[in-house]
Nanobody, 124 residues
């Protein structure tokens, strides 16, 4: 049974940093594309960043230059380093795994597995 477990969320002041981790129990983790999404209550789930099996990366325009996604295949873990945080970054952050690396990674429908989410709150 596949599980994705996020950690590292919390409360931070604007301008601060957080590092999210997502540990995956996927035997073939290195072949999966891994993505990060976020969701505010009452809003649609929003794409943040994704990293393919070959470590090619895509970011949303809203986080480009501030967030960095990376992966450690030996630990079956994907990370999201978030710097220069803004109040509008406040949301529940989800990691997701996609067996296909070549469908649109911006779409939540591409992903096969999801974590339970971790809350990130940025105070002004």
């Amino acid at each position: 049974q596949v599980q994705l477990v996020e950690s590292g969320g919390g409360l931070v002041q604007a301008g601060g940093s957080l590092r999210l981790s997502c540990a995956a129990s996927i035997r073939t983790f290195s072949t999966y594309a891994m993505g990060w999404f976020r969701q505010d209550p009452g809003k649609e789930r929003e794409f943040v960043a994704a990293i393919r099996y070959d470590r090619s990366i895509v970011y949303s325009d809203s986080v480009k230059g501030r967030f960095t996604v990376s992966r450690d295949n030996a630990k079956s873990t994907v990370y999201l380093q978030m710097n220069s945080l803004k109040p509008e970054d406040t949301a529940v952050y989800y990691c997701a795994a996609a067996a296909s690396n070549w469908r649109s990674l911006y779409s939540a429908a591409t992903y096969d597995y999801w974590g339970q989410g971790t809350q990130v709150t940025v105070s002004s």
